[in-house]
């Protein structure tokens, strides 16, 4: 089995190191091979996703990626800007199910932006479509007749775009506490009306999940309100994106949450997929050794789990990182003051 590593820009490559020597404390015995992606990648071969790291990830099991992001690199062509390395691999690789989980952990509701009575009872996990929406439509920069400058983004999704996703969602809630709730801007939006009529008629196909719809405004208030009401959110690709921060601030950190970006393809053991932590790569932290490593070492989890099949392995980590948490070693994002480092040997010392 071999895992495509891509660290790529700012705080990435600190947090990769930590999931690579758990990776390696847990002594499975799978390759790794590394390249470069991103801002990185650009400086290095002057593309943000060269052909080689593209097929890299083509040939693997499974891609763990760290952060892409660098702010030499704004002002760049859009198509040369690093996070055109991630939207790439999303769309070249098929992966167009992205899982993001949001569970309080012991001992951290204190530092939720919530009450610790309302945030206490998180666990969700948002159910993000990632190949489509307005991410991936027509997108430019004109001058109109009368001079002004104007800026536009085609907002789209195909009624086969919509029922894979949905597919996806209800058999997550299935195998959870059997509540979907769909989120959109129907009231609104066309994409949305759509998205909503063939949530409702893939539903016909799981009468045993309990299915609701709510508006994104409503969702992103419901969410600091009483986020304990939710089970699985399924959601376009820009509203996921959104929401699935504002999740992250109520179990206390972006640097706690993890994601796996899945697509059909299936691998000797499981499904193929990209592991990443959903933050980016804070540039404002970066090579300070203050990231949070947690939502890395989680997104090794979802991959020994989702992609090659190793579930006990999975849990290992997973208890590794909740042990490590309950026992109060946080770094600045979570009010402690340990070292990225640091909270990689608290979670290497409870594996
Ligand atoms: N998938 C990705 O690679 C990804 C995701 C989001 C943003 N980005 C990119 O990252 C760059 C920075 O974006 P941004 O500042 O909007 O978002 P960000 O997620 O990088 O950072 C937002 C804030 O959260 C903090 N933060 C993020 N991760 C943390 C961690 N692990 N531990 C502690 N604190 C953490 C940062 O210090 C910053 O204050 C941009 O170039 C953006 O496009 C990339
Ligand atoms: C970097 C950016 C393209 C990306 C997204 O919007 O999907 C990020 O915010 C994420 O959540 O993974
Ligand atoms: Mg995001």
Redesign the pocket.
């Known amino acids: 089995m071999m895992i495509a590593c891509l660290p790529?820009?700012?705080?990435?490559p600190e947090?990769m190191a930590e999931a690579l020597r758990v990776l390696a404390a847990l002594d499975l015995g799978i390759e790794t091979a590394i390249a470069d992606v991103?801002g990185a990648a650009y400086k290095a071969h002057g593309h943000p996703l060269p052909p080689e790291t593209l097929e890299l990830a083509r040939t693997s099991d499974a891609v763990l990626?760290?952060?892409?992001?660098?702010?030499e690199?704004?002002n760049l062509e859009r198509h040369l800007r690093?996070?055109q390395a991630?939207l790439g691999l999303r769309s070249a690789l098929g992966l167009f199910a992205n899982l993001r989980p949001a569970t309080m952990f012991k001992g951290l509701e204190d530092m939720s932006a919530l009450k610790p009575e309302v945030a206490s009872a998180i666990d969700l996990l948002i159910v993000r479509e990632l190949n489509g929406d307005v991410y991936f439509g027509e997108k430019a920069q004109r001058v109109l007749e009368d001079g002004r400058r104007q800026g536009y983004d085609f907002m789209s999704y195909a009624e086969d775009e919509v029922r894979r996703i949905a597919h996806v969602a209800f058999r997550a809630a299935q195998g959870r506490k059997g509540k979907l709730c769909s989120v959109d801007k129907a009231n609104v939006l066309e994409t949305s009306q759509l998205w909503r009529d063939v949530v409702i008629e893939v539903a016909a196909e799981y009468p045993d999940v309990e299915l609701s719809h709510m508006y994104v405004d409503n969702a992103a208030m419901q969410l600091v309100r009483n986020p304990g009401q939710f089970d699985v959110v399924v959601t376009g690709n820009l509203f996921g994106d959104i929401l699935s921060?504002q999740a992250s601030m109520c179990v206390g950190?972006?640097?706690l949450l993890a994601s796996a970006a899945l697509g059909e393809r299936q691998t000797a053991s499981g499904t193929f997929g990209l592991y990443?932590?959903?933050?980016?790569?804070?540039?404002?932290?970066a090579g300070q050794d203050?990231?949070?490593?947690?939502?890395?070492i989680l997104s090794l989890a979802m991959l020994l789990r989702h992609s090659l099949g190793l579930e006990e392995a999975a849990v290992r980590v997973e208890k590794a990182v909740s042990q490590a948490l309950a026992d109060g070693i946080t770094?600045?994002?979570l009010g402690g003051s340990a070292g990225t480092t640091e909270v990689g040997d608290a979670v290497l010392a409870r594996l």
């Open positions: 790529g820009d700012g705080i990435g947090i991103g990626f760290g952060a892409v992001g660098d702010p690199c704004d690093p996070e991630i921060d950190s972006i640097g990443e932590p959903i933050h980016g790569s804070a540039p404002d932290i203050k990231a949070n490593p947690m939502a890395m770094g600045a994002d």
